[in-house]
């Protein structure tokens, strides 16, 4: 039997304030456990919740951004269960009326474009936090994260592999730290990923029955956690057993998920209007105020940076891929007025560079003004492509300005044709039988005699001029 996987995530997403979301103890994180944990974040009877104005612009700025329907009044709902890092035994959420609801983003996957509609988007307060390691035969409880403001974001059920649902992860990672209502960090907790999973044989018009992957940190462990779960549901149908709901954790160090605990429904934490807190309500003016914040999204970036700089649609979305990345190809292209080119060497020499020493582009010791500089050396003949590799080593030890490097290190490119065909004349005569095999029709030949001709030069030899004036030598 053929299975097709279907999958939804839900994305919790960090809100990037300063204080929570219903009281004004700091987000910062790292922090002494227990001490940003307030009279409000633990329950203490009688405080009331205020509601972080800040965590409501943000969700505000997620809604413009996916073109979704911004809900005019939304209402926190009381979601009742029991943990023992839940301080109240209820987490305040939205379920009925959601501050977002539909949006849509656009994935590449393999090539190809697709387009995964979300279905709502809500705000509520973080649990805090069980800790297992430390102690022995207890657990520790730390209460910084609890009130911690989140958005929390559904999509529909219409991924249909591990790759697409990475894919979609990392555009609204993207999104989220693009429009700066997140900084993204997963290490931290500030981008988390549940993946719902479930299979059905091909042409099924129903679903079959889901477990959903908490806590996910990783794009990489999302594709694995995904593939494995998927392995092992269609293993266990094809055995005659049957999958129950369930909430599942993936380990690492095994590349399996276990299960947690049976899945609840809405209807087992027995949801109802929190009293504490009255709706919720944004007129037009701050609404356009908020709009007016917006910075150019990716996605009309990536139309802008193919019609301005000849770059493809996979470059534009590479390019794209952070913030910080398209402004630094934006400033390079700029500066040399290349566009193809600045991005071959920013996807290329750059990323290369900064993945072996572990940077980020934040981090690159080569500034986007100096690489813009040395392509503009390509462009003007000064230096060929390989020389070319040896000045951005130079600018990444910190060497200095690239024309700096190009005279210090004698880097400049061979182009007065009198040198080259003197050169040209002396490898001609050394390599005779060369010569001969080219004349008598082995192209391959004439290989070895631009070699021989590059490495007379030291690799300063232009290698076009090389091609052109040896042709007509040998043809002469």
Known sequence: MKWETVIGLEVHTQLATKSKIFSGSSTAFGA?????????????????PVLNRGAVECAIKFALAIDATLNRINVFDRKNYFYPDLPK?????????????????????????????????????????????????MSGIDLNRAGTPLLEIVSEPEMRSSAEAVAYARALHTLVTWIGICDGNMQEGSFRVDANVSVRPVGQKEFGTRREIKNLNSFKFLQQAIDYEVRWQIETLEDGGRIEQATVLFDPDTGETRMMRSKEDAHDYRYFPDPDLLPVKHDEDWIEQVRATLPELPAAMQVRFQAEYGVSPYDAAVLTGSRALADYFEVAAKACGQGKLAANWVMGELSAALNKADLNIEQSPVSAAHLGALISRIQDGTLSGKLAKQVFEGLWEGAGEVDAIIEARGLKQMSDSGELEKIIDEVMAANAKSVEEFRAGKEKAFNALVGQVMKASKGKANPAQVNDLLKRKLQG
């Open 32 to 48: 002494a456990p227990n001490t940003q944990a307030s009279a409000v974040d633990i329950a203490l009877p009688g405080v009331l």
């Open 89 to 137: 035994g209820y987490q305040i959420s939205q379920l009925a009326k959601p501050i977002v609801e539909g949006g849509a983003l656009k994935i590449v996957v393999d090539g190809e474009e697709r387009i995964i509609n979300l279905t709502r988007a809500h705000m509520e307060e973080d649990a805090g936090k069980s800790l297992h390691e430390d102690f022995h035969g």
